[in-house]
């Protein structure tokens, strides 16, 4: 299958939509604890389309069907931290390759597309989050250099009105 790596335009907003409404699903099942706001994520991704500072990329067929994307972001550290020397990291937002076009080398493509972003702009430290019943992302990443480094915790904390 050939495919293309590219950075995403406008026109490819209703393909990415949903994409990224499939991407979410399966987060579900992976125990994601956040809804999707489905009004706010045009907008959203418009914005990541036009930012300098976030890369959306899509992979595409030759017919024009988007099979992936990647979402990758620049993150200024706080001022009293440094990573590795540098005031600013790397953050890999989100992955997703649809189910019919995986196993074939798509994640790995897009990885290396977001890397490459990453480098291009002066970034040397990539860093993730994935979810603890997301076994085959943590194989994924495991198998690509990713090293555990924290854990996200969260608590839903109880109302504590005082009538």
Not at 142 to 155: E, Y
Request: hydrophobic share 40%.
């Amino acid at each position: 299958m050939e495919l293309t790596i590219r950075e995403a335009r406008q026109e490819d907003l209703p393909q990415l939509l949903a994409l990224y409404r499939s991407y979410h699903q399966g987060l579900l099942t992976c125990g994601m604890n956040y809804d999707l706001n489905d009004e706010a994520l045009p907008r959203v991704l418009e914005t990541r389309i036009r930012s300098r500072l976030i890369l959306t990329a899509v992979a595409e067929d030759t017919g024009g069907t988007l099979l992936g994307f990647v979402f990758c972001s620049i993150l200024r550290l706080s001022p009293e931290y440094l990573c590795q020397g540098a005031a600013s990291v790397g953050f890999l937002n989100d992955l997703y390759v649809s189910p019919a076009a995986r196993r074939q080398g798509l994640a790995r493509r897009l990885t290396a597309f977001a890397e490459t972003w990453l480098q291009e702009n002066g970034i040397n430290v990539m860093q993730l989050q994935i979810l603890p019943g997301n076994a085959a992302a943590q194989a994924y990443w495991s198998g690509h250099g990713m090293t555990p480094v924290a854990t996200i915790c969260s608590k839903t904390l109880q109302s504590n009105d005082k009538k």
